[in-house]
């Protein structure tokens, strides 16, 4: 077994054990270092970048080392990515300041779900094929503020480097679109290192978390922020989930084609 690869129920060396530990310490410290802020920042009626700054730290700390290859765009925007890794959402959030689209099961998690919380994190019932108009409501409400949403359509990281088909049931909100709104396709690169760092199978989350912690070095992580959609000249959900996805594979493909890796 070597220093960067951990299973469930595997022994790990001294120093992954390190690893982990200093890294959990960091986190904890960096979550103590955001909350005054965030709170002070909330009574001031406006949106806190607290959470931003906080997530974005804890991609560092895990090791994610981010470039980004294109201009995201910062009011009125719907980001749909593809989905590796739980440490998608760090990175994504830190490059951002993007809220996400989580299953409501997630609200329910000891201190995740009061996390996600703190980053406005829009809960839908996936679950529920009834409950399709609802989410995509209040997926359209948010929307409409200006704050950036997140969003992965494959639903899971079981595709692993591999994108899955996107849902196209939570693109409702953006057809038709709100006043100014664009879809944005977002690219998320890890080069070789997706298949190592994927979040698949029946890996637990916990032994998933010490994997990628117990990791020696920094992971390079390139996001591909490309060129805009505006959903009213698609007008439909199902080609603008189709679109999304084949301008994400398309650049992920020319990537790993590139002679000068991340």
């Known amino acids: 077994m070597t220093d960067n690869a951990i299973s469930e129920g595997s022994e790990l060396s001294a120093p992954a054990r390190f690893r ?18 965030h709170y002070l920042w909330k ?23 981010v470039q980004c290859d294109g201009r995201p ?19 994504v959030a830190g490059a951002t300041g993007a809220a996400f689209v989580s ?35 209040t997926l359209r409400a948010a929307l409409e503020t200006g704050q950036p949403v997140a969003l992965f359509p494959e639903g899971t990281t079981e595709g692993g480097a591999a994108v899955l088909p996107f849902r196209a049931s939570l693109m ?16 998320i690169d890890y080069g070789a290192a997706a298949h190592d760092i994927a979040w698949i199978g029946s890996e637990s989350a ?3 978390a010490g994997r990628l912690l117990a990791r020696r070095g ?21 080609a603008l ?17 590139d002679p000068d890796p991340i």
């Not at 982990?20 to 802020?37: E, K, Y």
């Not at 996390?115 to 108009?133: E, K, M, Q, Y």
């Not at 057809?175 to 977002?186: E, F």
């Not at 989930?241 to 084609?257: G, N, Y």
């Open 20 to 37: 982990i530990a200093c890294r959990f310490t960091l986190m904890i410290l960096a979550l103590i270092a955001c909350l005054p802020g």
């Open 43 to 65: 009574l001031s009626g406006r949106r806190s970048p607290w959470p931003r700054i906080f997530l974005g730290w804890i991609g560092w700390i895990a090791g994610a080392r």
């Open 73 to 91: 765009l910062r009011s009125h925007v719907l980001f749909v990515a593809n989905h590796v890794s739980w440490l998608d959402i760090m990175i």
């Open 103 to 137: 299953r409501d099961d997630v609200a329910r998690w000891p201190v995740f779900g009061w996390l996600a919380r703190l980053n406005d994190t829009i809960f839908v019932a996936r679950a529920s094929r009834g409950a399709v108009h609802d989410q995509a409501k």
């Open 172 to 187: 409702a909100a953006a057809v038709p679109p709100a006043d100014g709104l664009k879809v944005q396709p977002l690219a």
């Open 206 to 208: 916990r032994a998933n």
């Open 218 to 238: 920094g992971l390079s992580v390139k996001l591909h922020f490309l060129e805009p959609i505006d959903p009213a000249e698609i007008g439909d959900r199902k």
């Open 241 to 257: 989930a189709v679109l999304a996805r084949e301008r994400i594979v398309s650049r992920l493909e020319a990537s790993a084609s």
